[in-house]
């Protein structure tokens, strides 16, 4: 990973994240950054914990097939609605599909070679399966009226851009691990 450049969003950018979610208008402005904060900090954790678990390693292929999951590479540009698709973790199949055009025109646009840019975006998906699996959703946590009328609100409904944020701080935050352990300086040992 030497040279690594990072095309995931960093934490400066998890509010604006936040801006293109369905929901946003419904969110009060005094609980944006709080609940941005509390996904991008979900997924650091959940970060450091796999990070210790499979040794530090980056082969994101190998920790999805470990936990029982199954990759399904389609060689195509997914396209649709206007919207580039890299990969979809399916919880009830237990699949996560890699669309390798789309991941091939990623890796060119952001200098990356096609197996570290497989890897980030299934570390990505890596973290929905997490959510489904033991960390809880970080879409869930907060929840606003799905519909208001006057003082009656009816249903509820979380912030799918939640668990985004909290996805693109599990890559993040694991990479970045890696690249610390990767580039000690003068000797000095990182501690994790």
Same mark, same amino acid.
Request: glycine share 8%.
């Given at each position: 990973?030497?040279? $690594?450049? $990072? ?19 419904? !969110? ?6 709080? +609940?941005?904060?509390?996904? &991008? ?7 450091? @914990? ?14 999805? @097939? ?22 979809? =973790? ?8 890699? =669309? ?5 025109? &990623? ?17 990505? @998906?890596? $973290? %929905?399966?997490? @959510? ?9 946590? =907060?929840?606003?009226?799905? !519909? ?10 979380? !912030? %799918?851009?939640?668990?985004? !944020?909290?996805? %693109?701080? $599990?890559?993040?935050?694991? =990479? ?12 000095? %040992? +990182?501690?994790?």
């Amino acid at each position: 990973m030497a040279d $690594f450049i $990072f095309p995931f969003p960093g934490r400066e950018l998890a509010e604006q994240e936040l801006s293109y979610d369905l929901c946003y208008r419904k !969110i009060p402005e005094e609980d944006r950054g709080v +609940i941005v904060e509390r996904a &991008w900090q979900k997924g650091c954790r959940a970060a450091r @914990e796999v990070y210790e678990k499979y040794g530090g390693s980056t082969d994101f292929k190998k920790i999805i @097939e470990d936990s029982g999951l199954t990759i399904i590479e389609k060689d195509v540009d997914y396209v649709t609605g206007g919207r580039r698709y890299f990969s979809d =973790y399916i919880s009830g199949q237990k699949t996560v599909t890699l =669309y390798l055009g789309s991941v091939q025109m &990623w890796a060119d646009s952001n200098s990356l070679d096609l197996m570290t840019a497989e890897n980030l975006i299934l570390s990505h @998906e890596y $973290f %929905h399966y997490l @959510e489904m699996n033991g960390i809880g959703q970080a879409s869930k946590e =907060y929840q606003v009226s799905m !519909i208001k009328l006057g003082p009656l609100k009816i249903g509820r409904t979380g !912030i %799918h851009a939640l668990s985004e !944020i909290g996805a %693109h701080a $599990f890559a993040r935050s694991y =990479y970045e691990l890696a690249k610390r352990k990767e580039e000690p300086k003068n000797g000095e %040992h +990182i501690e994790l």
